[in-house]
């Protein structure tokens, strides 16, 4: 009677709940319902996909949706210490001088069987040639459905690394690299190096459907992709022939409840096993039926400097708002202090990390100083953009706004902030028609280069993730002598270097390292939340209503 009142209480708290169920259930039996409730994972997440292939697209919240349900690398990481193990590739051989990375490939690997693909073969060596020489070929016509923008590799300067890929035999691949990169493996363990089927290429191009190839996605994973309601769910159904064990559920769905307190609402309905990015934790661990799961993430929050624009061209206009702002204040309001205050790119938990390393400190008076000195004696007004997501690194980007909005009124700036609907933000921000940004950068692996290039670098500044658009040629230069060499002394020395240009120029202003959250019912069991790479739900199983 209590658990009923309390439900009662908060989902009447969290008003504007709407109903997953129909949608869910819609053309079922009520007995059907009921089984199929049992045989589902519902998760509730914050926003909608840009696309089905993640070689496309670097959104986390499109990472989450499709990375690890649809598909499989050649190699992945150990969700428990990190490191590089076998996937489609059962293992690996890479030279003495580091230039040439041999794959050996399991035979018993079967793509996706849907209403519109029917496989005739299991996956080979054509099908890893396929999906990284679209990448890495502009005259591949699968290069041109996209316009040659995958975002990911451009950011780290595959085609730049890779020399060519060969078949050796249907299970052998060997990759040929101009120069030792340390970091390559991790890249093919990301989740954006997804291995894709050349026989459903071949059947699109055989009727000029290219495009459709990121659009109804065929891939290995542990689910097979059933339809798509545009800003609504996403339904996957088990792959029944997966290669791997997976969980017992029949299939998996996406709710897409953008509303925090609409996700909440309907976990505790019932109406949702998972939901993304929760809000009110304190709140929620008041419930027995309901748990709270984090892992500590490799990621940061920051306020980007869009520096090929007006004011914030002028580095004193970017040293004046870095001393204006109190980041402990966001810590404790945004984050409800379970987060890292941000020196760096680079979180602590990095092995790169330089505990040497500085920040602007939080300083008004010199902040107005800067500001008089960079020519705004009566002030000036900037906009600054808010992301309308939750994401890991920034459970709230509107407070968080909000309190910059006040620390920089309190030197001469007047902050108008400003939103968009997701996909729009994204689209305009990679356009440059911001002047500066909150946002933030979740790691797809371990190794430090992947908070430097995909942010910081001049490649990434014209592919549009490096938001600040600051291209340095010294410190592209020492990124690059960072991957040349396998020595952790030898790269951390140089990391080092690289953070000291940062902290110096301020392309952003690093705010924090936070947690990522997901709230579950009881009756699910596994952890889908990695450090890094998205959410992985063939790993959680759900207990049977009827056996609890």
Same mark, same amino acid.
């Given at each position: 009677m209590k658990k009923t009142k309390q439900l009662f209480t908060l989902q009447r708290y969290f008003a504007g709940l709407v109903s997953a169920m129909t949608l869910l259930m819609a053309g079922c039996s009520n007995d059907e319902?009921?089984?199929?409730?049992?045989?589902?994972?519902?998760?509730?997440?914050? &926003?909608?996909?840009?696309?089905?292939?993640?070689?496309?697209?670097?959104?986390?919240?499109?990472? !989450?949706?499709?990375?690890?349900?649809?598909?499989?690398?050649?190699?992945?990481?150990?969700?428990?210490?990190?490191?590089?193990?076998?996937?489609?590739?059962?293992?690996? *051989?890479?030279?003495?001088?580091?230039?040439?990375v041999t794959f050996y490939l399991r035979k018993d690997i079967r793509f996706h069987h849907t209403d519109y693909f029917t496989p005739t073969r299991n996956l080979n060596a054509d099908d890893v040639l396929f999906s990284f020489n679209r990448i890495l070929d502009p005259k591949n016509p699968y290069h041109q459905v996209v316009s040659g923008n995958f975002p990911y590799f451009q950011n780290v300067n595959f085609t730049g690394l890779v020399e060519n890929i060969e078949k050796i035999n249907d299970y052998t691949v060997r990759i040929s690299l101009n120069y030792p990169d340390a970091s390559f493996l991790a890249h093919l363990a990301?989740?954006?190096?997804?291995?894709?089927?050349?026989?459903?290429?071949?059947?699109?191009?055989?009727? &000029?459907?290219?495009?459709?190839? !990121?659009?109804? /996605?065929?891939?290995?994973?542990?689910?097979?992709?059933?339809?798509?309601?545009? &800003?609504?769910?996403?339904?996957?159904?088990? *792959?029944? *022939?997966?290669?791997?064990?997976?969980?017992?559920?029949?299939?998996?769905?996406?709710?897409?409840?953008?509303?925090?307190?609409?996700?909440?609402?309907?976990?505790?309905?019932?109406?949702? !096993?998972?939901?993304?990015?929760?809000?009110? *934790?304190?709140?929620?661990?008041?419930? /027995?039926?309901?748990?709270?799961?984090?892992?500590?993430?490799?990621?940061?929050?920051?306020?980007?400097?869009?520096?090929?624009?007006?004011?914030?061209?002028?580095?004193?206009?970017?040293?004046?708002v870095a001393h204006a702002v109190n980041k402990q204040?966001?810590?404790?309001?945004?984050?409800?202090?379970?987060?890292?205050?941000?020196?760096?790119?680079?979180?602590?938990?990095?092995?790169?990390?330089?505990?040497?390393?500085?920040?602007?400190?939080?300083?008004?008076?010199?902040?107005?100083?800067?500001?008089? !000195?960079?020519?705004? /004696?009566?002030?000036?007004?900037?906009?600054?953009?808010?992301? /309308?997501?939750?994401?890991?690194?920034?459970?709230?980007?509107?407070?968080?706004?909000?309190?910059?909005?006040?620390?920089?009124?309190?030197?001469?700036?007047?902050?108008?902030?400003?939103?968009?609907?997701?996909?729009?933000?994204?689209?305009?921000?990679?356009?440059g028609e911001h002047q500066s940004v909150l946002l933030g950068w979740s790691a797809d692996h371990p190794d430090p280069d992947n908070f430097f290039s995909p942010l910081l670098s001049c490649a990434s500044a014209e592919t549009g993730s490096n938001r600040a658009f600051w291209c340095n040629q010294a410190f592209d230069e020492i990124l690059s002598e960072a991957l040349s060499t396998t020595n952790p002394n030898q790269r951390k020395a140089f990391y080092r270097q690289a953070m000291a240009i940062v902290k110096d120029e301020i392309p952003l202003l690093p705010i924090a390292h936070s947690k990522r959250y997901q709230a579950k019912a009881n009756y699910i069991t596994g952890k889908s939340l990695d450090a890094f790479g998205g959410v992985n739900l063939s790993r959680v199983n759900k207990q049977i209503v009827g056996e609890q």
């Open positions: 319902d009921v089984s199929l409730r049992e045989k589902s994972i519902i998760y509730c997440s914050e &926003g909608s996909p840009e696309s089905f292939n993640p070689q496309t697209v670097t959104s986390g919240t499109t990472i !989450d949706a499709i990375a690890n349900q649809l598909y499989n690398r050649l190699i992945t990481f150990n969700s428990e210490d990190n490191s590089i193990i076998p996937a489609i590739a059962k293992s690996w *051989h890479v030279t003495r001088d580091g230039k040439k990301s989740t954006y190096s997804v291995i894709l089927s050349k026989e459903y290429a071949d059947q699109l191009s055989r009727t &000029g459907d290219e495009k459709l190839i !990121d659009q109804l /996605p065929i891939g290995t994973g542990p689910y097979k992709f059933k339809e798509y309601r545009t &800003g609504s769910l996403i339904r996957y159904y088990q *792959h029944e *022939h997966y290669w791997q064990k997976t969980n017992n559920a029949t299939q998996v769905v996406f709710d897409i409840t953008t509303n925090n307190s609409g996700r909440l609402a309907k976990l505790l309905a019932g109406e949702c !096993d998972i939901v993304a990015y929760p809000i009110a *934790h304190k709140k929620i661990q008041e419930f /027995p039926d309901v748990m709270l799961e984090s892992v500590t993430a490799l990621n940061v929050a920051y306020l980007g400097f869009n520096t090929a624009k007006p004011p914030f061209n002028d580095k004193k206009v970017r040293q004046a204040a966001i810590i404790d309001a945004v984050y409800f202090g379970r987060a890292e205050q941000a020196k760096s790119v680079l979180p602590q938990s990095s092995w790169a990390y330089d505990k040497t390393l500085t920040e602007h400190e939080y300083d008004p008076a010199l902040a107005r100083a800067l500001l008089i !000195d960079a020519g705004y /004696p009566d002030g000036l007004t900037i906009d600054v953009w808010a992301m /309308p997501v939750q994401r890991a690194y920034n459970p709230d980007a509107l407070t968080m706004a909000k309190l910059i909005q006040s620390d920089l009124q309190q030197i001469g700036i007047t902050v108008n902030i400003v939103s968009y609907e997701w996909v729009t933000f994204l689209r305009k921000l990679s356009r």
